[in-house]
């Protein structure tokens, strides 16, 4: 049932838009501290786990990244519960705090080289704190703005909110490849991946002086002072059986499928270019970066425009979109750095003078080789041999890495490629903050809202990397298996075979947010 409108305190302009700039900043800089660790998953694969697998270490740092995301509902209960009871101001201060520290701290722990599986297990327990923060953070956040801003307007002023994960991803790639410049590829490698880390103590104590001068929710303090605030939210946001319908469809109708569009459009599409594709680092990073900066004003054009026609038709727009073209998207951006489609400028070939090195003992022979192709694409291909120190001691197979350059049209082809995905995830996530808030009553928002946008996205959104890198990687070996046993190809583009995931997910959540979705906002009396 749909009550009548709750009634909001009249917030002016000025301090309408001092609390969205308190509250974006704060969030923002939360959104980067756990995307760092994401968007450097290559190399903390190679810092905090063994090296001689180098796919099981990347498959473990990815799950090491997505257990952030599965106890994010558990933060959203811990957390949503004492900011339906305190207040929304304090109890996400206490979130930003717990979240910077975790990430200063990842920074400081010393590689798996040094301390062994202390690295690994204590990346995991500081990616767990990282977890329950943000878990309390996001709905604090939203509800804050909402309860500030005038119920015909909330799809356009709570997008502001949602501009800052993409533009914290947007920060920590930045922050990343401004660091990499400076100090160069292998001190990198070697320590300067820790700088994002530690910079965020920085972020953060900034941000606590500006949310320090905020004052609580109107509305908050308004069923405050008339005795409203529920005893237990928990009991009255799930033991209700109206109250968790809502919870329900929320989840399965919209933010499961708005999760998996976010998570496919912008962080597998990076590790698809860097580990399928073998794009350059720093391009790679470049093509995603403005790939997110053009889109980033879609967040509150389709906000604003959840208002006048609601928010339903646009989200569930956004899935079907990723579930019709991703395949091809994919395809496509493979097409763009596969060599075998390539005509390679043979004279052009350049190979470095070989390097030798000691590690541990053995020779390290280094062959770096450049090669260029008639559409501009540039490849540097880096081979290393190990030649053991026992004569009689059997040398390991070459690791060679390639690392593809695009030039020209195809950077730009990419380019748009990322920028469509990540316009579906404006699409899906521009009015959903809106769309929440307003399905939940004041005393029991922040707990009710908190616990489907952060299952939706920590556990369905979350586990995409993850899991689609693993689709990929049982495909690939069932591919190899076949080879060798001389059949043909189990399947014959392995590599698309992660998208089954998003596809699957945004396709079941578009049928049921079709069929029992409300196409207006919702709008909820306090009870």
């Not at 697998?53 to 799950?63: C, D, R, Y």
């Not at 399965?252 to 998996?260: C, K």
């Not at 190979?351 to 022979?365: M, Y």
């Not at 979350?462 to 060798?484: H, I, S, W």
Request: glycine share 8%; charged share 15%.
């Amino acid at each position: 049932m749909i009550a009548t409108p709750e009634s909001n305190p009249t917030t002016d302009a000025r301090t309408l838009f001092s609390v969205i700039s308190a509250s974006s900043v704060g969030t923002l800089i939360e959104w980067y501290d756990f995307y760092i660790f994401g968007s450097l998953a290559a190399i903390l694969s190679t810092q905090f786990f063994p090296k001689d697998n180098p796919t099981a270490a990347l498959l473990s740092t990815l799950a090491t990244f997505a257990a952030g995301f599965i106890v994010r509902p558990f933060g959203a209960l811990v957390f949503g519960r004492l900011g339906d009871l305190v207040g929304r101001k304090y109890t996400f201060m206490v979130t930003l705090v717990l979240m910077g520290g975790s990430t200063f701290l990842i920074g400081l722990i010393p590689g798996y080289a040094t301390i062994g599986f202390w690295a690994p297990l204590l990346v995991l327990l500081l990616r767990l704190v990282q977890g329950l923060a943000l878990g309390g953070e996001y709905g604090g956040a939203a509800t804050y703005v909402a309860e500030h801003a005038p119920d015909h307007r909330r799809g356009f002023f709570t997008s502001f909110i949602q501009t800052t994960a993409t533009l914290g991803l947007f920060v920590s790639l930045g922050v990343i490849v401004l660091t990499r410049e400076t100090v160069g590829v292998d001190a990198f490698s070697s320590w300067g991946w820790r700088v994002p880390f530690l910079l965020s103590a920085f972020l953060v104590a900034i941000s606590i002086y500006i949310r320090l001068k905020m004052s609580e929710s109107p509305l908050f303090q308004k069923i405050k002072s008339e005795g409203k605030i529920s005893k237990n939210p928990l009991a009255e946001s799930f033991g209700k059986k109206d109250n968790l319908k809502m919870v329900l469809l929320a989840l399965f109708g919209a933010t499961a499928g708005q999760g998996v569009i976010w998570y496919t459009g912008q962080f597998y599409a990076l590790s698809f270019i860097q580990k399928t594709c073998n794009i350059e680092f720093v391009q790679s990073n470049y093509i995603v970066a403005i790939a997110l900066l053009i889109a980033t004003p879609f967040f509150i054009i389709f906000g604003g425009l959840s208002d006048r026609i609601g928010r339903k038709g646009i989200m569930l727009a956004g899935m079907l979109l990723g579930v019709l073209t991703y395949r091809p998207i994919y395809q496509k951006m493979y097409e763009l750095s596969d060599l075998k489609t390539k005509q390679e400028l043979v004279d052009q070939t350049k190979v470095d003078p070989i390097t030798t090195t000691q590690e541990n003992g053995d020779q390290l022979i280094t062959i770096t080789t450049t090669r260029a192709y008639t559409d501009g694409t540039t490849v540097k291909e880096v081979e290393k041999k190990t030649v053991p120190a026992v004569a009689l001691q059997e040398a390991p197979n070459p690791e060679v890495t390639k690392s593809v350059t695009l030039s020209g049209s195809n950077y730009w082809l990419m380019v748009l490629l990322i920028l469509v995905q990540v316009l579906y995830v404006t699409m899906v996530y521009g009015p959903i903050a809106a769309f929440l808030v307003e399905l939940f009553p004041t005393r029991i928002r922040y707990t009710s809202m908190s616990l489907p946008y952060h299952i939706g996205n920590g556990i369905f959104g979350g586990l995409t990397p993850f899991l689609a890198t693993a689709l990929v990687e049982t495909a690939r070996k069932a591919n190899e298996a076949a080879e060798k046993a001389g059949q043909a190809p189990v399947i014959k583009q392995a590599y698309l075979e992660g998208l089954w995931y998003p596809i699957i997910i945004a396709g079941v959540c578009f049928v049921i947010g079709v069929l029992y979705l409300n196409n207006k906002a919702y709008t909820r009396a306090d009870d």
